[in-house]
Nanobody, 124 residues
Framework: QVQLVESGGGLVQAGDSLRLSCAAS????????MAWFRQAPGKEREFVAG????????YNTDSVKGRFTISRDNAKNTVYLQMNSLEHEDTAVYYC?????????????????WGQGTQVTVSS
């Protein structure tokens, strides 16, 4: 079973950028559909972006379209989330997820493996 470790979170100001990384070990990330979810205090975990195994299909939730970009480097076993024009509402713990039987990419319950999360805080 693949293990996932997120990094790259931090405290930034509104309008700044961050790039999150999700490093996979114990498995080949190209076998998995990957996604980023986030969870803000007092809210449910929500889908942010997803990417197909070879990176040919990308999905974003409406609130991050034009600002966030998911990508993957299968040779490095790593998935990224480039976040630009950050807003205070983007403050959350961001989680990387992997799954092999994903029919609905924004369904958190479909993913088999999760990282521990990385905190992103955007000050307004």
């Amino acid at each position: 079973q693949v293990q996932l470790v997120e990094s790259g979170g931090g405290l930034v100001q509104a309008g700044d950028s961050l790039r999150l990384s999700c490093a996979a070990s114990g498995g080949t990330v190209s076998n998995y559909r990957m996604a980023w979810f986030r969870q803000a205090p007092g809210k449910e975990r929500e889908f942010v972006a997803g990417i197909s195994r070879l990176g040919s299909s990308i999905y974003n939730t409406d609130s991050v379209k034009g600002r966030f970009t998911i990508s993957r480097d299968n040779a490095k076993n790593t998935v990224y989330l480039q976040m630009n024009s950050l807003e205070h509402e983007d403050t959350a713990v961001y989680y990387c997820a992997a799954g092999t039987r994903i029919t609905t990419i924004d369904n958190a319950g479909a993913y088999d493996t999760w990282g521990q999360g990385t905190q992103v805080t955007v000050s307004s």
